[in-house]
């Protein structure tokens, strides 16, 4: 496509249920990752997908939080058991890798808003 | 592990002033340092980037920026903004070593027209 997508662009759901956000990187870029921005928090890392390398979960704040990335292309994060605290936007981008490492631009999704009730 | 600070969160100028934020970053070793803009309603996208040669980078939209090793510094520059600036901008680091990007907390610059 055009760009990264992101659906759905808003959720709310009640505290304790389970919720799953779903990116669309451009097609072609073997590098996606999941952010989360909260007001005054800036950009939080949450996960890292590099081609068909282990994904890097070092940014995942707990257990509820876990992602997977189908056949290299579109990615889903689910956040199992929401808490209030996990209100946030979501935002996913994707690269394209040069030499290995992620020093190509960052092509970012619209996010999608998650109000945790 | 590597950070990103950005120590002015809300600045506030009048058209036509000089710009200066700051960010540092927190690692020895070899780094790429990103900006990137959010105008309100729109998408994050990419301002300006170093990886190497040239240490003064220069951008869209007028912005510059200059990589300062001795001071762990990326501050971003604009010596005369415009109403249309106004915006939220992060800065990220890469280490050659660890791919994943991390932004600062980013500034929001409101421009006074």
């Given amino acids: ?117 | 592990a590597q950070s990103v600070s950005q120590h002015n969160h809300h600045v506030i100028l009048s058209e036509a002033a000089s710009l200066e934020l700051g960010c540092n970053y927190s690692y020895g070793g070899t780094v790429n340092l990103f900006w990137y803009v959010q105008y309100p309603g729109q998408h994050l996208q990419l301002l300006l980037k170093y990886f190497s040669g040239d240490p003064l980078v220069k951008g869209i939209k007028g912005f510059e920026a200059e990589f300062i090793k001795s001071k762990f510094s990326f501050n971003l520059r604009k010596p005369s903004v415009q109403w249309s600036d106004t915006a939220e901008y992060f800065c990220a680091v890469n280490v050659n070593r660890d791919d994943k990007i991390i932004f600062g907390k980013g500034t929001r610059l409101h421009i006074l027209p």
């Fill in chain 1, 1 to 117: 496509g055009a760009g990264v997508s992101q659906s759905p662009s808003n959720k709310v759901t009640e505290k304790g249920k389970d919720v799953e956000l779903r990116c669309d990187p451009i097609s072609g870029h073997t590098a996606l990752y999941w952010y989360r921005q909260s007001l005054g928090q800036g950009l939080e890392f949450l996960i890292y997908f590099q081609g068909n390398s282990a994904p890097d979960k070092s940014g995942l704040p707990s257990d509820r939080f876990s992602a997977e990335r189908t056949g290299g292309s579109v990615s889903t994060l689910t956040i199992q058991r929401t808490q209030q605290e996990d209100s946030a936007v979501y935002l996913c981008a994707s690269s394209f890798l040069l030499g290995g490492a992620s020093t190509d631009t960052q092509y970012f999704g619209p996010g999608t808003r998650l109000t945790v009730l």
